[in-house]
């Protein structure tokens, strides 16, 4: 009895850590967005350029997660756990000192290297953690709510931080985070067993020179144009590191991402539907926050309020979702959230000059809110499902991949409809904005059609089989 109690007590401590670790690190995805204007004004950075603030962190989040679940697999998960949140902490209390746009960037790049070593552990300790079916079930719904409505957390976190005290103790917050982390993961987190092998560091740096040039593409054709030599380059490039990533890794004899995981066309199915539902997220956020602040007039802590009844609905879904599961299957789940939220994007993308917070910004920030909560769970259950356990640190990483360099690509394809829709407009920095508001319309509708092709890669890919996933 007093044994079995102890039991459940160390099993919740470690969902603790596992839950705090991911929920700091999602954080950091979104918790500058609400900032953003402030940070802009005071490092003088344009909005096109701050949209490095975020790709900084997300690229190197995304581009070395890969590495960072082969360095679990090959060193131990608790040992690469705890190097990933001593150099996201020691990151953030840097990025939090910046004095420079410069110095600001590399520090983001390196939380987001951190993170990498960090997140893929987490999600492979969850499963190793949790083995009896009804508890991973709800370890993995937790998980999921928190990486899926953690970001608007970070939004009204960022603005009310930004707004009493300064932007830069967005970042000091992760310290003492970071701090009691290491002091409680030697206790509680058992480590895993090693496995023989070898790094693969040029399927890992491939990888992460392709994403950052095609993303640095997108992002510089919003300011000089398609036709730019520069452009042009970087997509090229981009393009040509990511088919060499796909030959490294379909030839090496370690690869950091085995292609056998794309065998299952619903894992394949999941990554790719969740990578361009959270790109129309995000962006949608981004695009937003800059809505609320300069077209309303809305303070930093007004904005990050503004996006709680999204964050709040989000979370609620959790509760909902074992049930509705049950009922209803996950793969119809999955369809019917996403439906839901394209209804939620396609009405906020008619947002205008006149438009007012509520009803024209609360009430589809709601519906966005239903159907965000509950597509997450279904997409994080395909992503692992049938998952060996040699290939579990790889699968959760993709997982993450897919979230985070979803959200990275969404941004940077969205922010040249946004610049084209400004065209030679003259932008305020308070106050009502015509073209801001025209040029915020152009993006969320671009949302629309980022949810629009999930919906579509759904389809075909996961609900032919009627898909379903087993407890376990």
Not at 32 to 55: C, D, F, K, Y
């Amino acid at each position: 009895m007093v044994l079995g109690a102890l039991i459940q007590q160390s099993k919740r401590i470690i969902l603790t850590i596992i839950i705090a670790c991911q929920l700091m690190i999602v954080l950091d995805a979104s918790i500058m967005i609400t900032a953003l204007p402030e940070i802009g004004r005071s490092l003088h950075l344009t909005t096109t350029n701050l949209t490095w603030v975020q790709n900084a962190y997300i690229l190197a989040f995304g581009g070395f997660l890969l590495l960072g679940a082969r360095a679990g697999d090959i060193l131990g998960r608790r040992r690469i756990f705890m190097t990933g949140i001593t150099l996201f902490t020691l990151a953030s209390l840097l990025a939090g000192l910046s004095q420079s746009a410069e110095w600001l960037l590399v520090t983001r790049a390196l939380q987001g290297i951190a993170a990498a070593l960090a997140a893929p552990s987490t999600l492979a300790l969850l499963s190793v953690s949790f083995v009896e079916a009804k508890e991973r079930s709800k370890a993995i719904a937790l998980y999921s709510a928190v990486s899926g409505a953690g970001g608007s957390v970070g939004l009204v976190l960022g603005g009310v931080l930004t707004d009493l005290i300064s932007w830069r103790f967005g970042m000091f917050i992760n310290v003492p985070i970071g701090v009691a982390l290491l002091l409680l993961a030697p206790r509680y987190l058992s480590e895993t067993d090693r496995n023989t092998g070898r790094f693969d560091l040029t399927g890992a740096l491939s990888s992460v020179i392709g994403m950052t040039a095609l993303v640095f593409g997108f992002v510089h054709a919003a300011s000089s144009g398609w036709a730019n030599i520069w452009t042009l380059v970087s997509i090229i490039a981009g393009v040509a590191s990511l088919i060499a990533f796909f030959l490294i890794e379909a030839r090496a004899e370690q690869p950091i991402t085995p292609l056998r995981l794309f065998a299952s066309h619903e894992r394949s199915g999941s990554y790719l539907g969740r990578l361009l539902f959270v790109g129309g997220m995000f962006s949608m956020i981004f695009f937003l926050s800059q809505f609320l602040q300069r077209v309303l007039g809305f303070s930093s802590f007004q904005a990050g309020l503004a996006f709680l009844p999204m964050t709040a609905v989000q979370f609620a879904m959790m509760y909902l979702m074992p049930w509705l599961t049950s009922r209803f299957g996950p793969i119809r789940l999955l369809v019917s959230g996403i439906i839901i939220a394209i209804a939620g994007m396609g009405w906020l993308s008619r947002i205008t000059i006149e438009s007012q917070f509520f009803p024209q910004i609360f009430i589809p920030m709601v519906i966005l809110g239903i159907g965000a909560g509950i597509v997450f769970i279904p997409f994080t259950s395909f992503g692992l499902a049938g998952v060996d356990k040699r290939d579990a640190g790889a699968a959760s990483g993709l997982v993450n991949v897919a979230h985070q360099i979803g959200g990275s690509i969404g941004l940077a394809i969205l922010i040249t409809f946004f610049e084209r829709a400004i065209g030679k407009g003259t932008i305020s920095s308070k106050g009502g904005s015509l073209e801001l508001a025209h040029a915020v319309s152009i993006s969320i509708t671009g949302s629309v059609i980022f949810l629009t092709l999930s919906l579509v890669v759904v389809l075909l890919l996961l609900y032919p089989s009627r898909a379903t996933i087993k407890n376990g």
